[in-house]
């Protein structure tokens, strides 16, 4: 298992460019599943996740080649509608294959996610849905077998907003008989991306970047190419970084998928400045204490919530952090707090002391955000801070010391 080692305390200056976004790649990359033939997706960002995705599309039965950051799927020889176990369990978005396989194969045979690092993340919302499309699904040994002759067009409520519910339902849809209309359907970037891609490919889904979906069933759909958005996450965190740390200049970004982001880092004192495709974020100091919530987009992401608790740590006040989407994503709390962060921590909600340093410490990750706000904190911290378990940053963030290194960080990978 690798650490990472990291001197704080420098100041951190330069641009950063942004991979493609992990939470749009997923996704597209299990659409090509409702095609025959050979598709490309461009800005693949080389995760453990996308690796993990290939992997799937291969048991599947589909042929997979990643050269550089174009990833080619061709789809002709699927034959194999199974997700197992062994990769659901590194990675929940793996069940994005369900609505694609059952819409295409008429049947689909998916292991069942477990809980996570920070609490249970169901998946009512993905099989209620199915099964108003017509969908027999059925529970036993831990997987779940999703059948239907041809999927029937149907009205869908969503409860809650949810980006996988949303993302499935639509992929099951668009090969479905007759109208699906989708009522409070998520409008994250990731989503509106791919519905542009299914329309590419011949599906017709109205109200896209709406929360009302409207999707006339066709019969077939054609491989197309596509290159991933960039990554607000990504993005995101290294603005955070930028308040933080120094003077950093995040590009080959879409600023207006981070308009909570940059309103929030302004609310700090930051000074920020932005161009067509990059934003740069300075810190200048106190760092202001202030409080955010999470929301669905366009709010402030849930993905981001870790690493502002982190930038809170060292702000001259009190800010509260509030998370609406997870209510127990807060395993960097405990780990921040070896650290010297001080932060009280209620249900969903973490008051955060600011102080003027934190101190150098060995922690643990936990999750891929989690992860991302112990780096940034240990960047700031005085001393030596070693993160073990780095396999989960692995998961979502491409490069990630490497792009520190080249802003000037003293940050190591070493095998423990
Ligand atoms: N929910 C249900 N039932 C369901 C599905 C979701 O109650 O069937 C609830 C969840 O428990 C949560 C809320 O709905 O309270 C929203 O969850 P959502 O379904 O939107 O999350 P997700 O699709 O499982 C994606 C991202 C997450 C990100 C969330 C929220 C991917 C692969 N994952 O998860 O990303 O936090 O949306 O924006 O897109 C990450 O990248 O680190 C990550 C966890």
Redesign the pocket.
Known sequence: MDKLVIRGNRHLTGKVSISGA??AV??IMAATLLTDGVSHIKRVPRLRDTKTMIRLLDIIGAATDLNDDILTIDTTTVNNPEAPYDLVKTM??SFYVLGPLVAKFGTARVSQPGGCAWG???????LKGLEKLGAEVTLAGGYITAKADRLQGNKINFE??????T?NIVMAAVLAEGETVIENA?R?P?IVQLCQFLNLMGAEINGVGTDVLTINGVEELSPRDIAVIPDR?EAGTFMIAGAMLGDITVCDIIPEHLLAVIDRLEETGAGISQGDDWIRVKQLEPIKPVDVTTA?YPGF???LQAQWVALMGLSDGTAVVTDT??NDRFSHIPELSRLGAKIKLENNVAVIYGRDELQGAPVMST???ASASLILAGLAAQGVTEVSRIYHIDR?YEQIEEKFRQLGAVIDRRSE
């Open positions: 992990k939470n997923l996704p929940r978005a249970p993340r169901p998946i009512d919302l993905h809650i907003s949810s980006v996988g519910a993302g998520a994250e990731e996450i669905v992401p849930t993905d989407i997870y999750d891929i955000r979502g």
